[in-house]
């Protein structure tokens, strides 16, 4: 396509007969040949994308969408960042593929980076193709370090697509799929504005959930782990109360359970802090934390597993029964380098806990108070969900339809939003200008009042 983004994030220079006739083709080859996760197939259209710079994407005809959903948590640092481009240019130009069993410069240096960012104390780190194969890994691990077969995990969590991940995970997403782990159980998370538990506070609902935990895991016995997300994420934005990832690790060690941290979606920043589990508390560490998306910003895919110096001993003289063909892949590990230095020298983490606390958190919940179809708003850092309602009381969720009436009209604004059954969640790129973020809730606002 003969196109351009200029510098201000326009896709410029559009011919637009060929553009036409490049989205129909495109169109015509995804209906025809690409199977789509999640979905009917003959139900959908996928909207084709011309470009992408910065928070905003485009499309044939060179219209800008905010990316209100860093496509699926991923793009930390939007699209096409200068210095993790560079640096995939220069690891091709070096080495573009190599077996994991060679020591590799970039691979090193960037585990080194992490362990040295991260809160706590760790020793190694496992790199995956995605979060999924981190979960599995992580799994792996735990089992093989403790001697025990069960995972505990939240109802209310989503952990991936494959065997073990999908079985972990705990929402419908779970369902249609064949068991792959019959050893992982479920148990209920802290969720006060739809709480399991009947508390009236915060306090009461995070004591009730952790009593829960530790009696289900009394009653399954031989646990080796409890896995859960440090924020929920794609099940909905759920932010544990305080003193709720200090009593999990209280349980993990009285009953000698290891604590996985899932810090697939919220991890490098997205919360304001480079992991979401440092917001427990300034000596809080899990044994196992399970990392992708952020990691390289999304750029080619990449995830892997950190662990403590008592899980990496379990392998010292006992092989490790596992592998990946691309386990730290070149071209996958060099952009993860060029961001964590890009998150440090721009100061990525701090700019997301600011402008999270005073700009679009309190516009995210002043939109919550306007509107009686907004049952509840919640979020840290770059990372919100609006959730609606029929009946603020009785907490009906709303329907669909009007679900994609909002949906719709955002589009038409220049807004891509995540729409997850009755929520909408809310997470820019971390690098999204204020401007934009203050684009994004008037047009939230717009869309909302159209059928409040």
Known sequence: MESYVNTKGELVGVKEEKARLEEKQTRTNDRAHVFHSWSAQAKIDPQPLAAASGAWVFDYEGKGYLDLGSQLVSANLGHGHPALVRAIQRQAARISNLNPAFANDQRSELAAGIIARAQGEFSHVFFTNGGADAVEHAIRMARLSTGKSKILTAYRSYHGATGSAMMATGEARRHGNPTTDGDIRHFWGPFNYRSAFYASSPEQECERALEHLEQTLIAEDDVAAVLIESMVGSSGVIAPPAGYLEGIREICDRHGALWIADEVMVGFG?????????????????????????????????????????????????????????????????????????????????????????????????????????????????????????????????????????????????????????????????????????????????AIAAVA
């Open 270 to 446: 997205r919360t304001g802090k480079l992991f979401a589990y440092e917001h427990g508390g300034s000596d809080l560490q899990p044994d196992l934390v399970t990392f992708a998306k952020g990691v390289n910003a999304g750029m080619v895919p990449l995830g892997g597993v950190m662990m403590t110096a008592d899980v990496e001993k379990t392998f010292e003289e006992r092989p490790y029964p596992g592998g990946l063909t691309y386990s730290g892949h070149p071209l996958a590990v060099a952009p993860g380098v060029a961001a964590l230095e890009v998150y440090e020298a721009e100061g990525i983490f701090d700019r997301v806990a600011t402008l999270g606390k005073e700009v679009l958190g309190p516009g995210l919940q002043r939109i919550g108070e306007r509107y009686g179809i907004v049952g509840n708003v919640r979020g840290l850092g770059f990372f919100w969900a609006l959730e609606f309602v029929q009946d603020a009381e009785a907490k009906t969720p709303l329907d669909g339809a009007t679900m994609g009436k909002i949906g719709g009209a955002l589009k038409q604004a220049g807004i891509w939003p995540v729409v997850s059954g009755h929520r909408i969640h809310v997470a820019p790129p971390l690098v999204t200008s204020e401007a934009d973020l203050m684009f994004a809730l008037e047009q939230l606002d717009k």
